[in-house]
T-cell receptor, first 114, second 117 residues
């Protein structure tokens, strides 16, 4: 079965500092990878995704993630965070054995401190 | 961009009553819709997958008679929580997957906070 592991359940970080959220997945076949952000009492918003092509994908608000097939990872990074980046972040995969279902990691809560 | 509207955003109901939650894709046709349940400070748990015009496929452990899913059109899916009990209180989120026009992306609704009293 497909699985997604987000190693950090909570990441406190100071404003304007860099942050990295780790995501590892298990799959024996090619998958599609996603990062979503969730603000309190809201649904999920897509940050970025990897379908194919360049292994480095970027979002419009400064986040980037790199697909590493050999390490089965899709870590999310931002060089300088803002208070408004405080939220829950979910890594997800689709494809492979799960077909078109999205399998989510446990989530990482980012708390940006002033 | 692709937009999914989910209503209501918040509902309080009495134990034993039924509650219907709607999920609409506003500007694209959703080939598949998904329903999730999220417990506080937890990840999303997939409840069921539905394709337009066919019966929903439920995940293991999800009671299909309690959580009725109808996907009558390519833009509307509903989740009805029947005979709700306090343990059904949760945050329910729908997701719709479009076709080529949306690059086969997944778009999420804003969620429904259900409280059963």
């Amino acid at each position: 079965a497909q699985s997604v592991t987000q190693l950090d359940s909570q990441v406190p970080v100071f404003e304007e500092a860099p942050v990295e959220l780790r995501c590892n997945y298990s799959s024996s076949v090619s998958v599609y990878l996603f990062w979503y952000v969730q603000y309190p009492n809201q649904g999920l918003q897509l940050l970025l995704k990897y379908l194919s092509g360049s292994t480095l994908v970027e979002s419009i608000n400064g986040f980037e993630a790199e697909f590493n097939k050999s390490q089965t990872s899709f870590h999310l990074r931002k060089p300088s965070v803002h208070i408004s980046d405080t939220a829950e972040y979910f890594c997800a995969v689709s494809g492979g054995a799960a077909g078109n279902k999205l399998t989510f990691g446990g989530g990482t809560r980012v708390l940006v401190k002033p | 961009g692709a937009v999914v509207s989910q209503h209501p955003s918040r509902v309080i109901c009495k134990s034993g009553t039924s509650v219907k939650i709607e999920c609409r894709s506003l500007d694209f046709q959703a080939t598949t819709m998904f329903w999730y349940r999220q417990f506080p400070k937890k990840s999303l748990m997939l409840m069921a997958t539905s394709n337009e015009g066919s019966k929903a496929t439920y995940e293991q452990g999800v009671e299909k008679d309690k959580f009725l899913i109808n996907h009558a059109s390519l833009t509307l899916s509903t989740l009805t929580v029947t005979s709700a009990h306090p343990e059904d209180s949760s945050f329910y989120i729908c997701s719709a997957r479009g076709g080529k026009s949306t690059n086969y992306g997944y778009t999420f609704g804003s969620g429904t906070r259900l409280t059963v009293v």
